[in-house]
């Protein structure tokens, strides 16, 4: 979650908590979601056992599955279509899980899936130069 969703989601009265380090890669410090009024928890399992909504970037791996249950809400890219036993695992955790890659706007876009193709389509001709750099014919 960014920053400013945070602090938008706590000045509205909702309890924000991000697992400690999470926002680091991105630049963003415990202490600065901290001073936003999030709260910051390094124990995984408690982040996941009180949360009734959880947003993620990545597709939840196997001990995140386990975590889920019922009444929750878990938002992220969800990519089902690659990989059978996490689709019945979201099954049975009986919680509402929500695909980025579904959501789509008033005209029928894709808003969420369109940032993921354009970071891959860069990634793929960086790799391509790359490789070309690396292993010349």
């Given at each position: 979650m960014t920053l400013a969703g945070a602090r938008e989601l706590v000045s509205r009265g909702h309890t924000v908590t991000v697992q400690?380090?999470?926002?680091?890669g991105v630049?963003?410090?415990g202490a600065t979601y901290?001073?936003?009024?999030?709260r910051t928890e390094a124990d995984v399992a408690k982040v996941w056992g009180s949360a009734e909504l959880i947003l993620k970037v990545k597709e939840?791996?196997?001990e995140e599955i386990k975590r889920l249950k019922g009444g929750q809400t878990l938002f992220t890219y969800l990519l089902l279509?690659?990989?059978?036993a996490l689709t019945?695992?979201?099954?049975?955790?009986?919680?509402?899980?929500?695909?980025?890659?579904?959501?789509?706007?008033?005209?029928?876009?894709?808003?969420l899936l369109a940032?993921?193709?354009?970071?891959?389509?860069?990634?793929?001709?960086?790799?391509?130069?790359?490789t070309q750099c690396m292993c010349p014919s």
């Amino acid at each position: 979650m960014t920053l400013a969703g945070a602090r938008e989601l706590v000045s509205r009265g909702h309890t924000v908590t991000v697992q400690a380090g999470a926002g680091e890669g991105v630049g963003f410090a415990g202490a600065t979601y901290e001073a936003a009024g999030v709260r910051t928890e390094a124990d995984v399992a408690k982040v996941w056992g009180s949360a009734e909504l959880i947003l993620k970037v990545k597709e939840p791996q196997s001990e995140e599955i386990k975590r889920l249950k019922g009444g929750q809400t878990l938002f992220t890219y969800l990519l089902l279509a690659a990989e059978e036993a996490l689709t019945r695992g979201l099954i049975e955790s009986c919680a509402t899980c929500i695909a980025y890659e579904t959501i789509t706007d008033r005209q029928g876009g894709l808003p969420l899936l369109a940032p993921m193709s354009t970071v891959a389509g860069r990634m793929a001709a960086q790799l391509e130069l790359f490789t070309q750099c690396m292993c010349p014919s």
